[in-house]
């Protein structure tokens, strides 16, 4: 019925289509994600990535001695997990540039192995790229036997390059229960925890 | 339907229906057999999904636990609006194109037929699926139809289900669109410029582009859920490191231009009936095109604006709210000009009109509420309240659900060669109207005082009005069943109706006889003056 040119005017539509659907599954798959965390650290100034801070540049941090920040501390845990936690003072006041150090409690109220997860979180939120953690539980997973109890250390040091406006800021954890590593514990024959 | 008495009612010398059932319906390639079957599944859903709704709105009519339990209450709420979107109003609208593009455009038939059979027969198994979930152990989906994680996690075999048959319906939504968008680029008729195109059409090639954009995004959005349940990535699990808040961005990516592909159709269908009940062109015929495409771009950039609360930037807060705010001037150019179309025009009240410009007004509202909505301090207040619920409803209820009950009524003549009763017609119109705004306004008092959405029980300060909506849906629900009889009773003993059976109505659509033959337009028409309906006309 159609000539063989419609055929070939509709093959190109139809590629070029398929092409942007390619393109728009891979946008939101592969691209919406970092493009997300980009956005979140160059644009609105929140820290996304939680790491050991970069060595050299705490170094090069420079004490202020002539201004103190207070930095409070809170400890949450989601409801899955029969965990307390909470941290041994709940602020200190620090001069931006020093390495202060502070520690938190965890007790494992569940009768089981359970490994968990700690993350963290600064408000306000464009504080978040001046507060470096040379140190931190956050950074492992923590594996407590039932009935065990930690004290976890948390080294910090705030930017001296932190806006002046922010004299308080913010450092909050949640702990949740890493599933996948639970499992794998509950898994192995009862032997000696990785921890202990 | 009329294959055993195939060669008695040949209206046309090429009028070749397959003879058997399954080979006239299963095997279909002709686009007004596959828009007829779209249009009927859409009609099925919107029985099963109303059918929800009531007994969502049963168990709302008092406060306190009555009839089902909150968990099953979820899932209605849930499964409501995922039957309604993507089983309801989307297969409606791609019934209607399927029906309507190639007549207006002077086409022989869709340019990919097989695919066209492909992506409507992909429907019914993703319902099935969706809707078998409700029989298994666990029950439906009841986490919100958005999906957000970590709730939406926690539901059990469901979950894959829902992500496949959400697969599925987006596979057949992309080969619907490229459909649409070949047929339309390679298939007008000599003559049929991009700018004389009916805005039907028009509002269609925009929507299928909006369509193959972010369908796919969509399917990746609800693959990473599907990799987060099963198989312990953790793209939005907080505890291995990822952000729940980051699939509300991706979902509403997808979400604010799906909005849009549910209502630019309407805005098409509308701008079709008005000009022809008031005997006038269309007023700004370009304008409204460009407004439609303004519109479809702005759907990329306002998505945030459905997660204010999230804690986002303010910079973030105030660049969405104003980007939103933006999209109330194309629309605003729209709704003016169908009142300018209407203006001085001679103007009769036959039921499609009616149906139009009910649209218009009560469209109107909805938009309305969502400028309310768009203010970031507002939203605060408003957000996950009856008033959003009472918002999208006004603008998908009386927005896209009425101008699809419009053009079944404006081009049923056409599709059947019958006239329906106009008496009847009405009776449907204004029923719906009074029940639909008692169903939907007092949700607005409602959302103000604070009532949450997605609840099954409430404070009993808001028992009267939430008693007055009950009612109202209950009114409502008898209108699907008043559809059937209208139209079996048109079917079976209506008037006889003619090749142009609306006085003022211009188009392509009009120069084949009443009801359209199986193939029409085998040879391109030959466009007279006067015969288009848009571009450059007087008539």
Redesign the interface.
Known sequence: ??ATG?QK??GR??KI??I???A??????RV??PI?RIACEH????KYE?KVADGAKVAAFKEDDARLVEVQFVGNV?SALNWTFAPEVFSVKVHPGVLTEAWFDAANLAPDAIVG?A?PSIAP??ASLYFNKTECFCFTEQTLKAGESRRMPVRFIVDPKLPADIQQLTLSY?F?????ATKRLAAQPAAVGPNS | MANTSAHADHHDDHDHKPEGFLDRWLFTTNHKDIGTLYLIFAFTMVIIGAAMSVVIRTELASPGLQHVQPYFFNQMTTLHALVMIFGAVMPAFVGLANWMIPLQIGAPDMALPRMNNWSFWIMPFAFTMLLGTLFMPGGGPAGGWTMYPPLALQGGASVAFMVFAIHMMGISSIMGAINIIATILNMRAPGVDLLKMPLFTWSWLITAFLLIAVMPVLAGAVTMLLTDKFFGTSFFNAAGGGDPVMYQHIFWFFGHPEVYIMILPAFGIVSEIIPTFSRKPLFGYQAMVYAVASIAFLSFIVWAHHMFTVGMPLGGELFFMYATMLIAIPTGVKIFNWVSTMWQGSISFETPMLWAIGFVVLFAIGGFSGIMLALVPADFQYHDTYFVVAHFHYVLVTGALFSIIAAIYYWWPKWTGRMINETWGKVHFWWTMVFVNLTFFPQHFLGLAGMPRRIPDYNVAFADWNLISSIGAFGMFVTPWMMIAIFAMSKKQGAIAPQRPWEGAHGLEWEVPSPAPHHTFTNPPVIKPGMLAHGDVTH
């Open positions: 019925m159609s419609e005017k509709n539509v139809v289509a398929l942007v659907c390619v728009s599954f891979l946008f939101g798959f919406m994600p997300y644009i609105f100034g929140i939680n989601n997860n993350v939120n464009r949640t949740y229960t890493n599933e996948i």
